[in-house]
């Protein structure tokens, strides 16, 4: 059973994706495409071997307090010696700096088999790795000898403490305080919530990087100021000393994403809690956004290796279960057939793979686009990347969050009576995912940035980009419809006229939001969410065309054994464009009529 | 905190089912309003009292086998015995037996109640009505006697069992042996698996109703008899007896709904299981059909009932959680304001409201024709509710577990990570509901059954009559814009036209489907699924626009108090038509265009 797969992976990073350009540039000229791939195998080795042993026992042997201290499954703890032990705390840590200087890309296509494997575990690595690459970036050289280097080392590890109970997505709301030390530090005071890894003894120490108003702030988001807090105080010689008075509130219970401690947490309740500020006061949340960036297409790219471990499961379920007959073949004396020979089975895993390989697409190119900015070699062209990246990245983040999930919720439907029970693994997936539209910024919040900000960002420059990158494939597309089969050929050429339409479509949808909102923002993000899954689909269908493309010139080059293969990724393509793009384009007709039921909702009467 | 509401069943039965229509009947000329009304606040009293109180305990303390014996909470056996004994097992029972005779609708109201206060639990109660109701029409007086009585009091509890290991939704391949004996009874055996209540210690008896083949009998399904199969033989003096070899081979974990139990059970290993056939021989399916329509319309019911149940804890926690301010106030000294406040908050109360008051009004206006068949006065009236019913039974059953499930995922989305979390209900709701859309045929079944069969029936007259009533309604509807405000005229009208159109839309794909099906079946049903859905969302929004007609006559009365409510169905109307009945309508594009996708698929290709 593969819950994850190197070669979709390949497939998806070096033919769909491109990251091949990267080794172009001077910074991962030491790597080749058979480099990376060899990084893939053996981190998909680690995560069958130490990660997917204990996906059941995550669940089951959820975090306990015991005498004060969290209790973790030993399996755990042994995942994530060997994560270490593999050297995949360091695959971007700087070659002269002993790392392996790998894209981000390439990093997350690492995490997305873990997150397949055991998205609870390696929550701990990926955290920490996301707390890491904060540090190398905004860090002092000191601190980053300090808590950087022990992170590395997976000696530390670390999380991201943003919200609080009383301000969950509104972070203008944070009440934590940073008072000044005479030595140039801060004590810390003040409750967080939802704080993941948060608490747990798999590491000598934990770093937390905490979002606090230094005394005398402007208010809202623009006082907010970065600290690390050591849960433990690093003495001279870099080994946790005193206790730096971070309590363990309690633990949060889920329904899913149970192996992965979510906590609330006290800061200098009983003691000092000492913090220490990163870079400049006041500049928190944007040294933070560089971090939840990441974290958002991180968490859809974990939405979407969940619906494919889920797809998978189902396929080989659907492969293998007898049940039932032809429609045209109702004598019971014949033999069951195979359940994936029943159209509904196969509407059901096609809607799968759609959404399933639809999102690791999406992320793994917005993972891309993170790395042409920072190879970008003007400020023009990398500024441009900036603002196509800025503008995918709650797409990245809620579309598969939504639609992975449903993928979920078709796997079990493929297993049936045995897919609801928990002698599968498809419903934890489904609890796991369900997660993913929550945190990080609700996925009623990203439509909110797509719609309120990114779409207007540069003046509309960032939805041209990314019109001219839609425009380049589908140009690709009927010049790919030349030279391909005539049936394949007919598909493509539709495929293109349908994406080309709906993009003019959603640009004109963008457009008239946009004099709406010049007279009130309000009427404008009315419908935000359904805006963003609009835009989110057009953007997947782009992907899937994408992919047709690639598997087309893979067959033209002449496919082999892989021949299936790549047939397989023209039909899901065609299954996205049939069913997929016309249901969601239905949305554009109702976003430009006037909101008639929200505004003016009298919610008094919701009822009785 | 109400999970049900009898002022919002009152208004969906009296106003908008119309089931005073069956007041007038001789069946149920003992009864008025005010008695019906009173039926369903004491109910609701014993639902909120003894199964809410143990609705969490349900999920956490699951049925374990304890020394061979299945142990179960205490408030479990509280709550069924409260139950009996406010004489809620004798809702149908006849006057002239000591029962209350009410409706079917009405003993669905109140079972409404029970499957929002505790799914789990009432499932005992309501599998063993819906036995009763089956051996009250089928059964001899001696098994009425013998069985049937001792249900109504409480002491025994029914199942159903039907699936097996190999045959879940392909009952012609079950493989339960009946052999006959010479006193007339039968030897019982095989295996059933997914029995819920198939096992427990509530009652002295349980009576297994279990669908077996008599040696020689027909293959398929013209070859499957019905038997009644105690777990203790029944002594002449009615008292359990000795063991009739019903054993448990093992219970079933399952993501939700866990505190029930689900059960695999073993017949006649290692002694003589005894069963007793049920009418016919060879006629068991048509006799276990009447239980699983029924069956399939409380399905569909539960479902609503568990959307209303997240709903009304969301709309509760979305009017008092302070979160954020408009998007035209971002100063971040102004207080913050409750999150119904945000539109896009709104949008996911409607959508549930839409969804589960639709569902809601569907289950209970199918139960409704239910009591119309059977109060029937002429054989051409019966023939046709009959039609009718049989078209919207599997539409009452899948509609609701596909959007009321997504109305659990939305009241998850309102309460955010509090949602995810095991401190609210919701989350079990959302686990909870997923099994409806497994239980009782799939919904790829029912897609079937409506595609393949119910559609067609009496040549097309079932459609027909639908229709006939829809058009009714868009009648109604334009005669009430007629003396209505303005802006209320106006939605009715456009409603009504939406609908019209939709309707014709529908008989148009149906009509196109059929002329496919007359050449090839698989070509007219492989998109199957995707026709309930369109279909599922057209007769919705009839209920919806006959809610709407019912709330304005309502406020033209003069509504008092209650005038906001009105409005809030007014609201949720209009949410349907704007937002779910035209992207549904997209559907119907697709299903008219050929399969180029589903059936030629090479499933070798669908992964690498």
Known sequence: MNVFDPQETAFLLHRVVGIDRLLQTPRYAHLDVETLDGVFDSAAAVAERYFLNHHRISDTEEPE??????????????ACHAYVEAGLMRLQQPLDDGGMQLPWS???????FFQAANISTQAYLTLTAAAGNLLAKYGTQAQQQRYLEPMREGRFFGTMALSEPQAGS??????????????????????????????HELTENIVHLVLAKIKG??????????FI???????????PGADNHVRLVSLLHKMGYRGITSTILGFGEAGQCQGFLVGEPHQ?????????????????LSAAALAYAGYRHSLDYARTRLQGRAPDAKDPATPMRPIIEHADVRHQLLRQKAFAEGGLALALDCAALCDDVETATTPQAQDDLLLLLDLLTPIAKAWPSQFCLEANSLA????????????YPVEQYYRDNRLNAIHEGTNGIQGLDLLGRKVHAGGGRALQLLGERIAATVAQARAAAQSAPADTAAALTAHAQQLEQATARLAEVTAHLARLGAQDPRIMLVDSSQYLTLFGHTVVAWLWLRQALAAQAALNAGAGVREAYYRGKLAACRYFFRWELPTALALADVLVTPDDVILALDTEGMAP
């Open 412 to 423: 079990i439907q493929v297993l049936g009576g045995y897919g609801y029970t928990r002698d």
């Open 170 to 199: 509104s972070l203008a709301d944070i009440r934590t305080a940073a008072t000044p030390n005479p030595d140039g530090s801060y004590s810390i005071t003040g409750t967080k919530q939802w704080i993941s890894g948060g608490e």
């Open 106 to 112: 390439a990093a997350m296509a690492v995490a997305s």
């Open 284 to 300: 928190g949340l944007k040294y933070m956004f560089h971090m939840m960036n990441e974290a958002r297409i991180g968490v859809g």
């Open 65 to 78: 307090v015991v005498d004060g201290r969290v209790v973790l499954p030993a399996a755990v703890g042994e």
């Open 217 to 226: 702030a402007p208010a809202g988001v623009r006082g907010i100021s970065l």
């Open 229 to 239: 807090v050591p849960r433990y105080r690093v003495e001279e010689d870099g080994r």
